[in-house]
């Protein structure tokens, strides 16, 4: 019985199926659904879907009737785009209610700030600086991907010329965010590299004579790049276009190895140091590298050099040590402080020379005179500790550590010192895993590749 009942139900659902086949087919009304709007895109390497980043995108089409198709083809003004971008320009912060709406600990750590603000304080760079921002604004503004973002031309709050009055000394305040400069080298305390992140730079604007033999550890790898752009340069093939990009890059390149060989730098990652704009080295009360200064953020105030000068665009940068003390997650790719909290403060024409080393001892001593001069801190300075490991014995014979590009030359995209990367426990005691580890060859670029002409790295 139950073998009969599966037949019955096998042929039940055969013919329900035949006469289903047989059937006329259902008419289904489809109702049009509109595509969704997609922002425009712009042929060759750019795709505004990722390209304004900050940029508030407005985009509409519009068409007026016109002649036949093949007029309209030769008729430039038939198929354009006009491009408008609106940019409103800050107003600097001028009294001390301002400031502390940024850092509202600024009054607290310096009591006698108030006394030091001028009837007109705000410095004739902080209009410099936002001048500079629209003029690179205008000149860019057919290369989208190399326009200012959003972040990056809101990034300075004040400019402020300070004084005294009891001891007449003079002091820059700027407000703004914190970006990380890795830049810098030095063979004669640590004759290893510490990586080469995108747009890194092995020399820094406050530099010294060498004083040992020890070669430079970018030296090899900035030569190597030499040798490839005269060779490639030198044959028949290359375009006259691309000879002249050479001859430019052969140009710096050769200036870079002179001065490899000549000078010691800062380094980003062991050195406490600042980078400003090339405009504020102008003016009544320039401000020079080797110039004393502190970084103020939350309830800590760090001793500091000017140690570098950036494009004349852009504010707000500390070097890898300052950024690292600040945030242990910071890294050349990730900045501390993304938010306009960090008051920098210059003392102009304070700089020591001859340049050297920096002595971290006699940095925090004259901090601390400096302060002395504008009414004291409440809270002591940061004191900086030495974390270059000490050199080792000098050998009979003065020669380089034993590093790969000493005997060949690094292939394309290599660092020049793949296994003499630096113990992690100093130069970047936490690495951040949302970052990319500089000292990882495979992550990074030679110096001798690729250059950028703009300092400051903000992404």
Request: proline share 12%.
């Amino acid at each position: 019985m139950i073998f009969s009942a599966l037949f019955a139900a096998i042929i039940y659902r055969w013919i329900s199926l035949e006469r289903l086949q047989h059937a006329a087919p259902l008419e289904v009304i489809a109702t049009p659904t509109p595509s969704p709007t997609r922002p425009p895109l712009i042929t060759g390497k750019l795709d505004t879907a990722k390209l304004f980043n900050g940029i508030t995108l407005h985009s509409t089409v519009e068409t007026i009737p016109g002649a036949d198709a093949s007029t309209e083809r030769a008729e430039p003004d038939s198929y354009k785009l006009d491009l408008k971008l609106q940019a409103r320009v800050p107003s600097p912060n001028k009294t001390i209610e301002d400031l502390a709406k940024v850092s509202p600990q600024l009054p607290t750590l310096l009591p006698e700030l108030t006394t030091m603000l001028q009837p007109n304080p705000v410095s004739p760079l902080y209009a410099q600086l936002y001048d500079a921002k629209v003029r690179m604004l205008r000149e860019n503004l057919a290369r989208l991907d190399i326009l200012l973002s959003r972040h990056n031309f809101f990034d300075c709050q004040t400019v402020l010329q300070l004084q005294h009055p009891q001891t007449h000394r003079k002091a820059l305040l700027l407000q703004g965010d914190m970006d990380v400069d890795a830049d810098g080298s030095d063979a004669d305390r640590m004759p290893i590299s510490t990586g080469t992140p995108t747009n890194f730079k092995p020399s820094t604007s406050y530099r010294w004579p060498k004083k040992t033999r020890e070669p430079n550890p970018y030296l090899a790898a900035t030569e190597d790049g030499l040798k490839r752009a005269e060779a490639e340069f030198a044959l028949s093939t290359t375009s006259p276009a691309r000879k002249r990009d050479l001859r430019n890059v052969i140009g710096q390149l050769r200036a870079e190895i002179d001065t490899l060989k000549k000078y010691s730098f800062l380094i980003g990652a062991t050195d406490p140091f600042i980078v400003v704009p090339g405009a504020f080295m102008h003016g009544s009360d320039p401000v020079k590298p080797g110039d004393y200064a502190l970084v103020i953020f939350g309830n800590s105030i760090y001793p500091a050099l000017v140690g570098d000068i950036g494009p004349n665009d852009k504010v707000g940068e500390a070097s890898l040590r300052i950024a690292k003390e600040i945030n242990t997650l910071s890294t050349p790719y990730n900045r501390p402080v993304s938010d306009l909290k960090v008051t920098y403060m210059i003392f102009p024409e304070t700089a020591d020379k001859p340049f050297g080393p920096p002595d971290l001892e006699k940095l925090q001593a004259r901090c601390e005179m400096l302060v002395k001069e504008i009414g004291g801190a409440s809270v002591p300075l940061h004191h900086w500790e030495n974390i270059i490991p000490p050199s080792p014995s000098p050998s009979p014979v003065q020669s380089p550590l034993p590093l790969p590009s000493a005997t060949a030359s690094p292939p394309a995209g290599v660092s020049a010192t793949n296994s003499a990367s630096p113990s992690p426990t100093f130069a970047f005691p936490v690495p951040s895993p949302a970052g990319t580890t500089p000292t990882d060859s495979r992550h990074t670029r030679s110096p001798a590749v690729t250059r950028s002409p703009i300092k400051k790295r903000k992404p």
